[in-house]
């Protein structure tokens, strides 16, 4: 399969798998563009191969041999998985450090593993493993290793993984996962076992209101990392970041009622935050719009500890 081939399968997937990240991506310039593909497409089949697992025990395994593929990326090797191509290609061609895949890996097995979040900390462990390190691959993408820039990725990357966790509450507890802190969770007088009573509806409201809170911190610190990106690489990442939080405003909006039916943003409130975001980054970038960006990168790897 050719290197054309390939982006043209991972643009498929992102196009089937999240109209808000295809959206996006192209507002990326071309380089950029094919790599938020090839990276959602790795993303994407990580993702499908656990969470369509018959059981734990077959998770596990499929988390092994993902382990090991993703290792023999590194190597040129040939790799028969169109999406674990797709990752050799980010890592070679995209210098993406082979620590980040695998710390996303080391998410997936908390949830085979029925992890269980006692504290916010813990929690914003596993956001940094699903979402912080996309964040971090995605700068890779962008062509930014500046290390205050990676800070900011990391943060936006969590920021959309707690609202995730709030809208997919019902979802989520339906497969035998809560993310919420154990703590707070105890606070509200709920466990595993009365967790989707109907009276505990508002609880759930309470909490990813609470969650949310922390998101918004997040978001705004996530974006403030804006201005260590090329403008059409900010114009992108405002623009999913926009969508995301978006998502968040519906789940309080619609309190106790958030989780009767999933919230997502239509097309048409997509094209107004789009058109708000483009004058907002275009003010904030103004002097740079008609010069050449360029970053004095340095070679170094996140660290969540």
Request: charged residues 25%; proline residues 3%; hydrophobic residues 40%.
């Amino acid at each position: 399969m050719t290197t054309k081939k390939l982006i043209e399968l991972s643009q498929k997937d992102i196009v089937k798998g999240s109209k808000s990240f295809s959206l996006a991506s192209f507002f990326f310039n071309r380089r950029q563009r094919q790599g938020s593909w090839l990276l959602y497409s790795w993303c994407r089949y990580v993702d499908d191969q656990i969470d369509l697992a018959p059981n734990s025990q077959v998770a596990l395994i499929r988390l092994e041999d993902l382990g090991a593929m993703t290792l023999k990326s590194e190597r040129h090797e040939w790799m028969e998985i169109p999406a674990m191509r797709s990752l050799q290609l980010l890592v070679h061609e995209y210098k993406i450090p082979i620590q980040y895949p695998l710390d996303l890996l080391r998410g997936m097995r908390m949830d085979v593993e029925g992890r269980h979040y006692e504290t916010l900390q813990d929690l914003e462990d596993y956001c940094y493993c699903v979402a912080g390190v996309v964040g971090l691959m995605m700068c890779h993408v962008m062509g930014v290793s500046n290390q205050k820039a990676l800070a900011h990725a990391v943060s936006l990357g969590k920021a959309m993984q707690m609202t995730n966790i709030c809208r997919d509450i019902e979802e989520d507890y339906k497969m035998g996962r809560i993310y919420l802190p154990a703590q707070w969770l105890r606070q509200e007088g709920l466990s595993f076992e009365n967790f989707a009573l109907p009276m505990n509806r508002m609880k759930w409201f309470q909490l990813s209101y609470r969650l949310l809170l922390e998101a918004d911190q997040k978001y705004q610190t996530g974006l403030e990392g804006l201005q260590y990106l090329p403008f059409r690489a900010a114009w992108a990442v405002g623009i999913a970041a926009r969508f995301y939080s978006r998502i968040g405003y519906k789940v309080l909006a619609r309190k106790e009622l958030a989780w009767d039916q999933r919230c997502h943003v239509g097309l048409l409130e997509k094209m107004v935050l789009l058109i708000q975001t483009t004058v907002k980054i275009s003010y904030y970038f103004k002097s740079r719009l008609f010069r050449k960006w360029k970053e004095t990168p340095i070679d170094m790897t996140w660290s969540s500890s």
